[in-house]
């Protein structure tokens, strides 16, 4: 190959070519972009002459491998063919793009993603779909190029094959690590670059057999850690999993529901509120359609489209209002739009291909566990290097003392800090979704733990949503209603015997919009929960609905408005004219009446003023005992004039919607566990208060209500003052929790907040843990909330909570046990040395220590059961570090007892025997059962370990230091074990010393914690719930 | 006596931010006393930076939506129209104590006899105050009489409309000038009027229409004019734009002076308004006032002060007192006397006498509500039981 200067164009750049028929270019737009490399290697590989392509989008470079024989210019010809391939320069569209909306993030994403339409994704070859600036042409030639027809939509043939041409609607996944990479990531740690250079040196000096048994400490470290490792990687992946989509489409001209996984461009999709936008459209027809872009633009109020309007080229997606996109939701309106990208090639798929890319972003845990951990690593490391030095200063031999601190290292590092809360925030999320509580992410473990304000929504979440009849006023009779049974006192009534109550019946029964599906007996009731309830009553009393509208057949529906507060029907009447039946507010009602059905008769009779009045009364004390008051009548009519006057007044009817069961008892839980309840409804303040007072909500203090229609106009500040003490918002819209959510942690707080419905999304964004109800709760809800309930149960969240502190408590314990044995560790090693004793623990003991005490009681710790008292305590300081001050002192303070300990049985055997195997061998056994000891310990923060209180044991830890002490018997027990250890048989009064000096430091640091709190305290009412 | 001096009262609007909060906690009392005549109520309320708190405390059969009483009110004084406070767009803050035992549980006034009326005591050491003089044909003093029919006329004029641009906060003061004991001349007014940029632009305008459609006819009803040396100043600091809650800050009990006689005799410092009748500290005032004005009516006294100081746990007042400023036609301790033998002071015999628990659900548009703006005695828009002069005859033996 002649030797000349490589060749660059404006988009290759060589590298790297000095080696003939191997050439490493620059491509510029390859730099994150998967798809580019894809097409790239495709394309190359199947040019005549080049043996090998690989492109890496990290790096942005190509290595190509080619028969020397064809020049580097030519290759870079075609590289430059296949950029020209792409259609649109993808550095001039990013410039384009005036970037205004989307949030920082995700406009990150988007710049990367810009480049290149078409992917291919999960090894499925898929053709590309074509790219066109969909927003700038009219629908018509949107409908055009899909080659589609708006009426018919696609025929089922032409959608199957384009499904099979574009692949299925589904977004790659993201890909988790691989297991070889867990596995090998292992290694690549510095406690084993350490353990190398170690049996190195061992290898150097001859002792083959050390440096195997470094590299058996080593495989074994990393089976383990593979294996826990593995298993969270396989728990956080599953979070990404989203449910099942299903899309309304036209299919040879009949609207279906099909999979969103089967959406195909060119597909016609008809949107209706609530839906899911399963692809990015080309809108054709809208109707006051307001879309939900939040998940895409990061825009938190919805967009108007509006199908007609012809955008300039340039628009930026947050602007394109005659497009949807997919994963967007439609909050409102209706409409019909044209499918132009699925899959990758839709914009959220552009985003997803580098989401998905982009491992879960660390919780501030694992970043807060990582620094210390670093942190604490290079202190070990220095204590590890002063070992070192004064070992050569006390006279210990070079290579010895070169093993023993770097054998020291590797024990005292605390590497794994952060993998400790991976792998047990990974095995809280397994322990929840037993709980049926699905975590989405990750880091919604830890705040759970700190959950300080809980929001929850009154409807449907703290109440039942099924509207119930409990009140039933005649002018002449009060009846109850209780379990389906209309009582008069105490006697139940038959509805034959009571024309005024049939006739009630009756005329909710027609006057109500309510669909009876399903058989007769168990009908499935499809309407308004208010009309439900109505309908349901009358079933309960035996009249039969479906008969009765048939004799009364609908001719026509007034709706209530805001001037005519009731909703009037006109059906035919079987005897001839017309029958207008009424059901609304009570005055208004009234007001249209001149006489009334007396229960007990069946001719109306005619109202006065005193009864007027009293009727009204009525009304009034039923809404004070917050029910909902509906009044019923009825007027009989010849011709086609409705009446508008003259009315017969029936009765009033009082509604409530149940509180579910144990409501009450779980705010009193929440109470206990110093977390802050807050109900949010719609209803009017004497409905509030109610339900306030039944639930509990303020304790014994005043209950404070705010009540507001216009949350959104108040100050943000002034809210914020004022939100800090209310128990209930009423009369608040659903969008308005974000305010609420928003002003509650501008107090400082980490607040939780329920909700279901499409207009929730953004509160549940907002919220530290966003809880999204699972039967029934929208997919806008669901996808953007934190934690799922699947069975709808706010019980379920207390266990939620419950396990959110102690899994954030286990962290606490676990890293408290390996700090504190680590430093035990350093210090016996430091002490012995600077002490002039020798070295109390040989290089192979350190490596024994460190594999046998350190990983199984830590990961026992890890799996503690909760802690009887954990919901009676105050949730802990969100601001507050996993790791303070004081648990730092408190743990230098234990491992100083058990070096302590160690070192006074090290001495007693340097008296006896003289330094030797010996002493050390005592030192060793005396180190490795107290750190045994301490893991129990480390159960609690209080004193327990002799406390006849019960507590759940916890059996891993049992099984786990019983195991190892066991081991440790054994190794002491073995010759061969013991010549590779480097230990001396013990005789019993050595074995004596041993346990004083493993158990003294336990109770002396038992002793020394606090007392625990008072028993009558906790484990009282969690018990009960858990 | 005083002799030659001048005096100022001063009053204010429905749509004082004060008032407001008076009139929203007697809208609570009536709410609540209209459907259950027993109710326990003690409303308090505060209006700042746009929110209205609303605190209330009760023992009642009934449950009442606060929030609604105090739309209702802002509404009704003005507050609906797109001016920067909204009735409907405000945020009402409500703080609701149910009173755990009701201690006149089952007391109801109209079903006990004289004796077992004494189980109504005080609950609290209080001064009550009456007063009654000549100075007016509702025998109330003069500045006060003047200042409420001022801003009364305001906001009449405010709600038919006639003036486009005026708000509802707004003030009274008038000062007269008295000689030898009686009022002798108007010496000075002046009235704050709130209004939009409107009436900012030209301020004349508010000015000219105060003058010649509030002063003028209220001046003439009350028979007096005013002369060349009457100092009238109207919004002397300027334009008032909006005024009302978003300007200033509001709370009840704070304007007892203007609830009473402007000054113009002794008051108590409790709040009227906010307390429902079995509070001594409203209805002694009420009670005094009924006492002191049959003494002037009877013509035993051109002017009286009745003085009752109850104490904690008892029913009937410690002590009854009774000034006439020298002018009384009897022997003052005979006059004492014949009003302690024609009026019954105890607590339970206000309440039956006065029948003051069952007047909110005698009057549908509110009772108490009404006594919070314009003053509490004195009303002759009302048919307030301690405006009956029917004792009259009585003390005149």
Known sequence: MPKRGPTSTSRITPVHTAVPGRARLQIQGLYRNDALCRRLEHALEGVDGIRFVQGNPLTGRVLILFDSGHGLDRLIGCIEKVLDEQGAKPSSRVSQEPSRKPSGMVREMRQFAKAVRHPSGKGQRSAPQAVFRWHAEAGKEALERCQTDPREGLSYEEAMTRLMQYGPNQLAASRGRSPLSIFLSQFATLPVAMLAVSAGVSVATGGLLDAGVILGVVLINSVIGYVTEAQAERTIQSLTGSAARTAQVLREGV?????????????????????????????????RLTVDESALTGESLPVTKQAEAVLAADTPLGDRINMAYMGTTVTGGSGMGVVIATREASEIGQIQALVGKARPPETPMQRQLGRMGTQLGVLSGLVCTGVFVAGILRGQGMLQMLKSSVSLAVAAVPEGLPAVATTTLALGINAMRSHNVAVRHLDAVESLGAVQVFCMDKTGTLTLNHMTVVDLRFADGELRVKDGDVLDGEQVLEVEDWPG???????????????????????????????????????????????????????????????????????AHPRGGRLLAIKGSPREVLDLCSHYLPLHGADPEALDDELRERLLGQNETMAGEALRVLAVAFAAFEGENVPRQGFTWVGLVGMADPLREGMAELIGVYHQAGIRTVMITGDQGPTAYAIGKQLGLSGDQPLKILD???????????????????????????????????????????VAMTGDGINDGPALKAADVGVAMGE?????????????????????????????????GNIRKTIHYLLSTNFSEIEVMLGGIVLGLGQPLNPMQLLWINLATDIFPGLALSLEPPEPGVMSRPPRDPQEAILRPRDLRRMGLESAVITGGTLAGYLYALKRYGAGPQASTLAFNILTHAQLMHSLSCRSEQRQLFSFRRRAPNRQLLLAVGGTALAQVLINLSPGMRRLIGIAPLGPLDWLVVAAGAVGPVIINELSKPAPLSPGKQATKEEETA | MKRDFIFTSESVTQGHPDKLCDQISDAVIDRYLARDPLSQVIAECALAGGVMFVASR??????????????????????????????????????????????????????????????????????????????????????????????RHLDQERAAGNLPGLQPDGQAQVSIQYRDGRPWRVHGISMLASHDDRLGREPGRLESFIREQVLAPVLSDFACEQDAQTQVSINPYGPILGGGPKLHAGLTGRKNGMDTYGEYSRHSGAALSGKDPTRIDRVGAYMARYAAKNVVAAGLARQCEVQLTYAIGQARPVSVQLDTFDTASIAEEELLKRVEAVFDFRLGAILRDLGLRRLPAAHPAGFYRRLAVYGHVGREDLELPWERTDRADALLG
């Open chain 2, 58 to 151: 009760f023992a009642s059969s009934v449950k009442v939506d606060l929030a609604d009483v105090a739309r209702e009110v802002l509404r009704e004084a003005g507050y609906d129209g797109n001016s920067g406070f909204n009735a409907d767009d405000c945020t009402v803050l409500t703080s609701l104590q149910e009173l755990g035992s009701r201690d006149f549980d089952c007391l109801d006034e109209r079903q006990m006899d004289e004796k077992a009326l004494d189980r109504f005591v005080a609950f609290n050491q209080v001064n009550s105050f009456g007063f009654a003089c000549e100075q007016t044909p509702s025998l109330m003093p003069l500045p006060i009489s003047l200042s409420h029919a001022l801003v």
């Open chain 1, 776 to 808: 029934g709760g929208t997919d806008v809800a669901r996808s953007v909330s934190d934690v799922v309930l699947e069975d709808n149960n706010l019980l379920t969240m207390s266990a939620a909570i419950r396990q959110g502190r102690t899994i954030y």
């Open chain 1, 708 to 750: 507001s229609t216009h949350l959104e106009k108040m100050d943000a500040e002034l809210l914020a003052a004022l939100v800090e003490d209310v128990h209930v918002f009423a009369r608040v819209s659903p969008s308005n929790k974000l305010e609420i959510v928003q002003a509650l942690q501008r107090t400082g707080q980490v």
């Open chain 1, 255 to 287: 609207e279906q529901s099909v999979a969103g996984e089967e959406l195909v461009p060119g597909d016609v999709v008809v949107l209706t509120p609530g839906a899911y936008v399963g692809a990015d459209l080309r809108l054709l027809k809208c109707h």
């Open chain 1, 501 to 571: 109550l049939r006739r009630l019946l009756e005329v909710v029964s027609l006057c109500s919009e309510t669909e009876l599906e399903g058989e007769s007996g168990a009908y499935d009731l499809q309407g308004s929960p208010t009309e439900n309830g109505l309908v349901e009553l009358a079933l309960q009393q035996a009249i039969d609905v479906p008969v009765l509208r048939e004799r009364f057949a609908r001719e026509k529906v007034y709706y209530r408005s805001e001037h005519q507060p009731y909703m009037r029907t006109v059906h």
